[in-house]
């Protein structure tokens, strides 16, 4: 696409190719010729062009008022301390009053309008916390034209359609605070603070298998338990409630274009990988609605896809498409990529974090689970057509059926499968699995509730106080 928004007369000018005749045409008019004739509208290209242009001119106007990188993404020390200070009073509180839980994840949040947050310095040139916010909000980087194409059912199928990664969503302060929390909550399901299902933490008996988990919304079976529940949501177990901080992180990328406002998660799982972690081929059951997201902590890592993945060896794993996931980033799962494609984390060469936010189908909602005020009615910063993402423009929340053209189609059929049955036969026959030590079942995605029984000990007697 030309990056020259000027549109040149037939009949003059018409080998400036670079648009100067119709620069100095327009220079020649005063503001209220030119807002009469920008009034009189334009052909949907030459809008698009327009309004890119007009993002550009303010984006650089922006960054000239901004303060140097570093400053403007400091988030406030203070904040940090009272936070730490407020977690230490609710943990305490806890132990008198189990009645009050929900107070004990009251984790730092970010500024109340999602921006930069932090007080105020003396150096911010007068911006306003919305100037502030969308200096931030233009330097978003979009990755939405991921391609990779398989034959599958005789046909060519981009295979990663529908994946979307935004980086630098939450800069490194942000990043620290975010992290910090993560352990704290940790801390916290360690100590049996937490309920029985929201902490996993299961013995590492081999390579890649026992990284720790932490489930909040709802309580997610992985494979068929001990009390034969099938996988998918347990809708009679309960976990703790989507932690503050993690609201905060959902408000940002509501109102930053990165998730869209018709599909707010209200959900999340957070996996704390050690060296050699991983997590296996698999797709996200269909309980949960598309798109989901996976925010990504503390080291960058490859994320693989492809219709079929192989397993090489312990947390080893072989694909066709290979995606970074930078710190701090967004990875948006949607379509094809979501439903059609697997997906896998080969073992990661040191610590990471990650939290994959999800929307619970409302067929499958937990029977005590209860709507979030703080979640409802979330709205866009910025109603603008060349910021909408594809997945923005499909207000139906469903899962497959909604974004192939073909309806319950033999994907469909073939991925619903797979939810029960993991892993798929494209990847390996049963008679290969059963000498494979290394085959997918509870110990890659952790069992629930699989801390020591002593913290499961220490919680119920807790909640009997």
Same mark, same amino acid.
């Given at each position: 696409?030309?990056?020259?928004?000027?549109?040149?007369?037939?009949?003059?000018?018409?080998?400036?190719? @670079?648009?100067?005749?119709?620069?100095?045409?327009?220079?020649?008019? +005063? &503001?209220?010729?030119?807002?009469? #004739?920008?009034?009189? %509208?334009?052909?949907?290209?030459?809008?698009?062009?327009?309004?890119?242009?007009?993002?550009?001119?303010?984006?650089?106007?922006?960054?000239?008022?901004?303060?140097?990188?570093?400053?403007?993404?400091?988030?406030?020390?203070? =904040?940090?301390?009272?936070?730490?200070?407020?977690? *230490?009073?609710?943990?305490?509180?806890?132990?008198?009053?189990?009645? &009050?839980?929900?107070?004990?994840?009251?984790? !730092?949040?970010?500024?109340?309008?999602?921006?930069?947050?932090?007080?105020?310095?003396?150096?911010?040139? %007068?911006?306003?916390?919305?100037?502030?916010?969308?200096?931030?909000?233009?330097?978003?980087?979009?990755?939405?034209?991921? #391609? =990779?194409?398989?034959?599958?059912?005789?046909?060519?199928?981009?295979?990663?359609?529908?994946?979307?990664?935004? $980086?630098?969503?939450? @800069? $490194?302060?942000?990043?620290? +605070?975010?992290?910090?929390? #993560?352990?704290?909550?940790?801390?916290?399901?360690?100590? %049996?603070?937490?309920?029985?299902?929201?902490? !996993?933490?299961?013995?590492?008996?081999?390579?890649?298998?026992?990284?720790?988990?932490?489930?909040?919304?709802?309580?997610?079976?992985?494979?068929?338990?001990? @009390?034969?529940?099938?996988?998918?949501?347990?809708?009679?177990?309960?976990?703790?409630?989507?932690?503050?901080?993690?609201?905060?992180?959902?408000?940002?990328?509501?109102?930053? =274009?990165?998730?869209?406002?018709?599909?707010?998660?209200?959900?999340?799982?957070?996996?704390?990988?050690? +060296?050699?972690?991983?997590?296996?081929?698999?797709?996200?059951?269909?309980?949960?609605?598309?798109?989901?997201?996976?925010?990504?902590?503390? $080291?960058?890592?490859?994320?693989?896809?492809?219709?079929?993945?192989?397993? #090489?060896?312990?947390?080893?794993?072989?694909?066709?498409?290979?995606?970074?996931?930078?710190?701090?980033?967004?990875?948006?799962?949607?379509?094809?990529?979501?439903?059609?494609?697997?997906?896998?984390?080969?073992?990661?060469?040191?610590?990471?974090?990650?939290?994959?936010?999800?929307?619970?189908?409302?067929?499958?909602?937990?029977?005590?689970?209860?709507?979030?005020?703080?979640?409802? %009615?979330?709205?866009?910063?910025?109603?603008?057509?060349?910021?909408?993402?594809?997945?923005?423009? @499909?207000?139906?929340?469903?899962?497959?059926?909604?974004?192939?053209?073909?309806?319950?189609?033999?994907? &469909?059929?073939?991925?619903?499968?797979?939810?029960?049955?993991?892993?798929?036969?494209?990847?390996?026959?049963?008679? *290969?699995?059963?000498?494979?030590?290394?085959?997918?079942?509870?110990?890659?995605?952790?069992?629930?509730?699989?801390?020591?029984?002593?913290?499961?000990?220490?919680?119920?007697?807790?909640? &009997?106080?």
């Amino acid at each position: 696409m030309s990056k020259d928004v000027t549109r040149k007369p037939t009949n003059s000018g018409a080998g400036d190719g @670079n648009g100067k005749v119709g620069k100095r045409l327009l220079k020649t008019l +005063e &503001q209220e010729e030119l807002l009469e #004739v920008l009034s009189e %509208g334009f052909c949907k290209q030459c809008a698009s062009l327009l309004e890119t242009h007009i993002f550009n001119l303010i984006h650089d106007k922006l960054d000239h008022m901004s303060l140097s990188s570093d400053s403007t993404e400091v988030l406030s020390s203070e =904040h940090s301390s009272a936070s730490d200070a407020s977690l *230490q009073n609710d943990s305490e509180s806890i132990k008198k009053r189990p009645d &009050q839980r929900e107070t004990v994840l009251c984790l !730092s949040p970010f500024s109340q309008n999602d921006g930069l947050g932090g007080v105020s310095s003396t150096a911010d040139n %007068g911006l306003s916390e919305e100037q502030k916010e969308l200096i931030r909000f233009l330097k978003i980087g979009r990755k939405k034209d991921f #391609v =990779h194409i398989e034959r599958i059912d005789g046909k060519a199928i981009n295979v990663l359609r529908g994946l979307e990664l935004h $980086t630098k969503v939450f @800069n $490194t302060e942000e990043q620290k +605070e975010i992290v910090e929390s #993560v352990y704290k909550l940790q801390r916290m399901g360690q100590k %049996g603070l937490l309920r029985e299902q929201t902490y !996993s933490e299961p013995r590492k008996w081999m390579r890649g298998k026992g990284r720790v988990t932490m489930q909040f919304g709802c309580c997610y079976n992985y494979a068929v338990d001990k @009390n034969g529940n099938p996988p998918g949501i347990i809708r009679d177990e309960e976990v703790d409630p989507l932690p503050p901080m993690f609201k905060q992180m959902i408000k940002r990328m509501v109102r930053w =274009h990165i998730l869209p406002p018709t599909c707010i998660p209200n959900s999340c799982i957070v996996n704390i990988y050690d +060296e050699g972690d991983c997590i296996p081929p698999h797709i996200d059951h269909h309980d949960f609605l598309r798109p989901f997201c996976t925010v990504s902590f503390l $080291t960058e890592c490859n994320i693989l896809f492809g219709s079929s993945l192989k397993i #090489v060896g312990p947390g080893e794993f072989s694909g066709p498409a290979s995606i970074p996931l930078p710190v701090g980033s967004v990875l948006i799962l949607n379509g094809n990529g979501a439903d059609v494609a697997k997906h896998c984390v080969p073992a990661v060469p040191t610590k990471r974090i990650s939290i994959t936010f999800r929307k619970m189908d409302d067929s499958k909602l937990p029977y005590k689970f209860s709507p979030d005020p703080e979640l409802m %009615g979330i709205k866009p910063m910025v109603n603008s057509p060349s910021n909408k993402s594809p997945i923005e423009q @499909n207000s139906r929340q469903k899962p497959l059926s909604s974004y192939s053209p073909t309806a319950k189609s033999a994907f &469909q059929q073939k991925n619903q499968n797979r939810n029960n049955k993991v892993p798929s036969d494209d990847t390996e026959t049963p008679s *290969q699995l059963k000498n494979n030590s290394f085959i997918i079942e509870n110990d890659d995605f952790p069992p629930l509730g699989s801390s020591n029984s002593g913290n499961r000990a220490r919680f119920t007697r807790l909640r &009997q106080l």
